[in-house]
């Protein structure tokens, strides 16, 4: 063997001994800072020689007659993190409405039609990532044609980010994501425990969270999961990263879609940039700590603005600067 091939060789063992090992460890403040560092790795450059769509062009699948809030925040978030190109594919009741919240967001009023999966899918060629579920709801028809569209993304090597009732439908057939390694599942503790119970046959040990993520996420074929609560835990089968970057007290709907919106622009930012950037940790990995700490941050920075009064329209508005603050400065 060639001494440099020998060399990358060693390198590659070292990086996995340091993941399985890593898994058993807290996540210190020394751990925070390097996994953050690693997170503005993947961040491209700001230049002039690019053109519209090279850093990113998102869909977001949800958006019905009850939910029209989630998937605008979802989908305003990946532009605001730096996503040149941002869809929405909802109903027809939906589109106007979500339509009026933004003139940046491309609406298409496709969701319900029978046709969705082959409307959707003329679109996923061109499309970075995919967010599945903000604002889906559960209606019976929704709820297949978002499974011929993740089904689809599957088949085209798409990258998937699914929250909410993307969740929920997963935790229905976990084998549309098992084993996919582009996919992301980003619970809170309620949908969480609805995916233990539908994977593993039994609720979480809460007494160990780290565990339980990494079982899920093991179960699931090294899907990483994030699951999101006083500390973010996060897992792709070998190694669990925790994000404990401060945020608020403040609880109310729509942070999970500023995440899961965020994180689809960072999972493309991410896997174009390869493990080689990433120095350790998987790309999915840090693209979903690097979304969790800002979402975290905004939390932060809109709560010392508006107190209790705080909702996520505030927090979004946090979105430059506190990506500038944990990712530039």
């Known amino acids: 063997m060639a001494v440099g091939a020998g060399c990358a060789a060693l390198r590659g063992c070292l990086r996995v001994l340091k993941r399985a090992f890593s898994q058993h460890k807290g996540h210190s403040g020394k751990d925070m800072e390097s996994t953050l560092q690693s997170v503005r790795s993947i961040v491209p450059p700001l230049t002039t020689g690019k053109h519209k769509g090279q850093d990113g062009r998102i869909g977001v699948v949800g958006g019905c007659r009850e939910y029209t809030g989630a998937p605008y925040f979802a989908a305003i978030s990946a532009l605001k993190v730096g996503a040149d190109l941002s869809h929405v594919f909802c109903t027809q009741e939906a589109a106007p409405v979500i339509k009026s919240y933004s003139p940046e967001l491309i609406v298409h009023p496709v969701l319900d039609s029978p046709d969705a999966v082959r409307a959707v899918g003329e679109w996923l060629p061109r499309l970075h990532a995919l967010v599945v579920g903000p604002g889906l709801g559960r209606d019976h028809v929704l709820l297949e044609n978002a499974k011929g569209i993740l089904e689809a993304a599957k088949a085209g ?20 994501v098992q084993g996919y390694p582009k996919a992301v599942l980003t619970p ?90 990433t120095d350790g940790p998987s790309p999915l990995l840090v693209a979903a700590f690097g979304a969790c700490a800002l979402t975290r941050q905004c939390s932060r920075q809109a709560f010392q603005k508006h107190g209790r009064s705080t909702t996520t329209t505030d927090m979004i508005a946090e979105v430059g600067p506190a990506f500038s603050r944990l990712f530039e400065d």
Do not use: M, Y
């Open 188 to 277: 809170n503790h309620v949908e969480f425990s609805r995916l233990s119970e539908a994977v593993l046959g039994e609720p979480p040990d809460g007494r160990d969270r780290r565990g339980a993520v990494l079982r899920l996420s093991q179960a699931l074929g090294n899907v990483t999961v994030v699951q999101k609560g006083e500390r973010d835990v996060i897992a792709d089968g070998v190694q669990v990263l925790e994000c404990s970057q401060e945020g608020s007290s403040r609880r109310c709907g729509g942070q999970g879609d500023l995440l899961s919106g965020s994180l689809g622009v960072l999972a493309h930012w991410a896997l174009r940039a390869g493990p080689e950037k």
């Open 157 to 176: 090597g798409i990258p998937v980010v699914i929250d909410a009732d993307g969740l929920w439908l997963v935790a229905q057939q976990p084998a549309l």
